[in-house]
């Protein structure tokens, strides 16, 4: 008789073989970083999007930046005064929560900050994040830009996408060709949460709501050994 599949013995050492192997070079890398360079900040991100942070690396090629696990990063910087890899860089740990990332540089606090704080880069809104504006579609024949500029200087939404406006859920029909509303569409009111048809409708008319930003929140130090909190400076 075959043995049961439910019966099976998975070992946790091969399944996560590749897993350990990228922690372990995050670990080393992040140590490795802490030696190299003279400034260590933590950040976080709002609204991420790989080729903006790919675009941050590109202009600071001469940094190091790291978003990954956590917990592998705190414990590559270490956690506790008896584990921190410089000293009294375990109170850089307590700012790693959340979905934030280590920068390395050894630049000028003062100008990488003033960077990061007039540094941001608008894109579309994706489902779940809360709207920043209300957005109604007119009436009458729907437009490429749903109302945003006026309809002389619009074009009309191709008939084709009639089909796929209706499944996002706008009640729209075809009349001789045009796409029409017999009435305003309230596509999101400000403060909401975006589902996936809200976001695929904003798309669609050009509305891009959601904006990529980093925040520095605290650095370290290697020649005084200290950890400036970004907030208490601005205070």
Sequence with gaps: ????????VVHLSKTDKKGKELSERLFANVQEAADNFAFVFVFSVENMRNSYLK??????SDSRIFFGKTKVMAK????????????????LTAHLTG???LFFTNRDPKDVLEYFASYSQTDFARAGI???QTFIVPAGVVCSRGGEIPTE???????SLEVTLRKWGMPTRL???????????????????????QTALLKQFGVAMADFRIDMK???????ETVTEVGAMEE
């Design 1 to 8: 008789m075959p043995k049961s599949k439910r019966a099976k």
């Design 130 to 132: 809360q709207a920043t």
């Design 218 to 224: 605290a650095y370290y130090s290697k020649a005084s």
């Design 76 to 91: 590559a910087l270490g956690q506790t005064p008896a584990e921190e890899h410089l000293p009294n860089l375990s109170e």
């Design 153 to 159: 200087d619009d074009m009309p939404i191709p008939h």
């Design 55 to 60: 675009e941050v690396r590109a202009k600071f």
């Design 175 to 197: 009349m001789k060709g045009k796409v029409m509303l017999d009435s305003d569409y309230t596509i999101c009111k400000e403060g909401e949460t975006l589902n996936s048809h």
């Design 99 to 101: 979905n934030v990332g």
